[in-house]
T-cell receptor, first 115, second 114 residues
Framework: GAVVSQHPSRVICKSGTSVKIECRSL??????MFWYRQFPKQSLMLMATSNEGSKATYEQGVEKDKFLINHASLTLSTLTVASAHPEDSSFYIC???????????FGQGTRLTVV | AQKVTQAQTEISVVEKEDVTLDCVYE???????LFWYKQPPSGELVFLIRRNSFDEQNEISGRYSWNFQKSTSSFNFTITASQVVDSAVYFC???????????FGKGTLLTVNP
């Protein structure tokens, strides 16, 4: 079964509103989680590394004021898309692993559509 | 810098054919890890295999097999006797560097026709 759960799987929102996506590790503690964005028919692009108890580390070109990441506990990281616009429409997917050099487990992904 | 190249963008085969998905990687690190993931139309990534840089043994798991060759920096994936359910996007990924981030290839869309 899934070891990383992501919610919601699909969301449609109006332009200008904020959307929160949750990523939970179900049977292990994850001090680090990762957030990716995937455009249609393209690869996964790492957006940021979510660190429990500290600030997230963002990849170059990712707006940290738009993509707010909170990793409040060892099993939960949230990504909030602030003031979403149509260009933010995409597939967002999180991952967590049990430690360095181990395989990453991915959530089910969230398809965000901003209208 | 890390880089993963999956030169095959799309592959189409007929059921029961064997198919090989290519993956070439670049890294300066001597310790690294290679992965294959499957992404079906539902979107979730499914882990298939993890291989560390010190283990060049080929691996077979049912209809799946992997050929890791450090000399050519390749980690190819073969599906034997393909089935329609194998249709998906397959990603090769590299885990290396001090921050150990996953670097993905662009993926190969495999379509298995009945």
């Amino acid at each position: 079964g899934a070891v990383v759960s992501q919610h919601p799987s699909r969301v449609i929102c109006k332009s200008g509103t904020s959307v929160k996506i949750e990523c939970r590790s179900l049977d292990f503690q994850a001090t680090t989680m990762f957030w990716y964005r995937q455009f249609p028919k393209q690869s996964l692009m790492l957006m940021a590394t979510s660190n429990e108890g500290s600030k997230a580390t963002y990849e170059q070109g990712v707006e940290k004021d738009k993509f707010l990441i909170n990793h409040a506990s060892l099993t939960l990281s949230t990504l909030t898309v602030a003031s979403a616009h149509p260009e933010d429409s995409s597939f967002y997917i999180c991952s967590a692993d049990r430690g360095p050099n181990t395989e990453a487990f991915f959530g089910q992904g969230t398809r965000l559509t901003v209208v | 810098a890390q880089k993963v190249t999956q030169a095959q963008t799309e592959i189409s085969v007929v059921e029961k054919e064997d198919v090989t998905l290519d993956c070439v990687y670049e890294t300066r690190d001597t310790t690294y890890y290679l992965f294959w993931y499957k992404q079906p139309p539902s979107g979730e990534l499914v882990f298939l295999i993890r291989r560390n840089s010190f283990d060049e043994q080929n691996e077979i798991s049912g209809r799946y097999s992997w050929n890791f060759q450090k000399s050519t920096s390749s980690f190819n994936f073969t599906i034997t006797a393909s089935q329609v359910v194998d249709s998906a996007v397959y990603f090769c990924a590299l885990y290396a560097g001090s921050n150990y981030k996953l670097t993905f290839g662009k993926g190969t869309l495999l379509t298995v026709n009945p």
